[in-house]
């Protein structure tokens, strides 16, 4: 069997191959470069030395269902005009990138300043089971409703290897870096917020807002699980929370926390009061923190019912437990 330009995924002389930050698994895959690439490239000639421009000429070749990825090359920016929605599922987005970032990775996908109303973030997921790995995305955007950078209103979405920034709206409550109303969203191995520009004021402006329907109606955090994340935020008052909901029913069933880490940085003017909170006591779920840290300041992890911190105890006689505080 002959080389392929990848028509029918990732593979040299039938074998699958995984180099280069590529997953396996994708029956086919698309190539993007926004520096170098051309739209006009035909979809059979689309490969890695013949890269398509945008990720929207990508995003409009695939086909719902059918685990297809877009690799994005990570040699610059891939800058949209308007808010990439994600509807269509098993679709894949990934970074041409070895590396495994945490943050800084090398493709980035960006919104600068747009006109329109509906760009109320960077991207927006409404599909099932889709995937986003070794990719930072940025929002810039200065316009009225665009105080978001990623938007989850999926079904298991999957998050991994990813930054999410967003560097304007700084003092605006209710933005936020991430909007969380994905059902059976996982999200691992990721940097939330930033430490390079101070927040303004007493304002809720966390780096994940639950609020339950900011993604579209009815759209809900539901069996929501964040394993191995930095949450970052240069705070200066005691209300700039990490993460935050504003009714009883922004959680369903569970949201858990595992190994991660919420960061309010040494420049911080201010400690905040607690690292994941809302104004209301849940009545339709909880959040779970387990083995969770909050290095520089907070003065709580958590004091809001249905927020459970579990910390390990020791009893005499009954040996190591977990207590819920």
Known sequence: ???????????????????????????????????????????KANAADRPWKTIAKAYAALTTNKNEGIALMGNSSHTLTEMLTVAKNRVHIFGYDPGGRTYGQNAKISLGVTTAATDIGTVKNTGVRNSFSNVKFTNANTVAEGIYCFVDGGEYMVM?????????????????????NGDSAMISNCTIGSTAN???????RPCVMLT????????????VTFVNTQFWRWAANTANAFVWSTTATDVERKMEFRDCLFDATKKSTAVPAVAVGGAAAFTA????????????????????????????????GGGSGVQAT
């Open 212 to 223: 339950k329907g900011l993604a579209g109606t009815g759209k809900v955090a539901r069996d």
């Open 285 to 316: 779920g909880e959040i779970l923190l387990t083995g969770c840290t909050a290095e520089n300041g907070c003065t709580a992890l958590a004091t809001q019912t249905g927020i459970f911190s579990l910390l390990p105890t020791y009893a005499a």
């Open 160 to 180: 991994d290897r990813c930054e999410v920034y967003k560097s304007t709206d700084l003092d605006v409550t209710g933005a936020a870096e991430l909007v969380m």
């Open 198 to 204: 101070a927040l303004s004021g007493a304002v809720i």
């Open 1 to 43: 069997m002959g080389l392929t330009n990848f028509p029918n995924g990732i593979t040299s002389m039938g074998s699958p191959m995984m180099g280069s930050g590529l997953p396996m698994g994708l029956t086919k895959t698309f190539f993007v470069d926004y520096a170098n690439g051309s739209d006009g490239v035909s979809v």
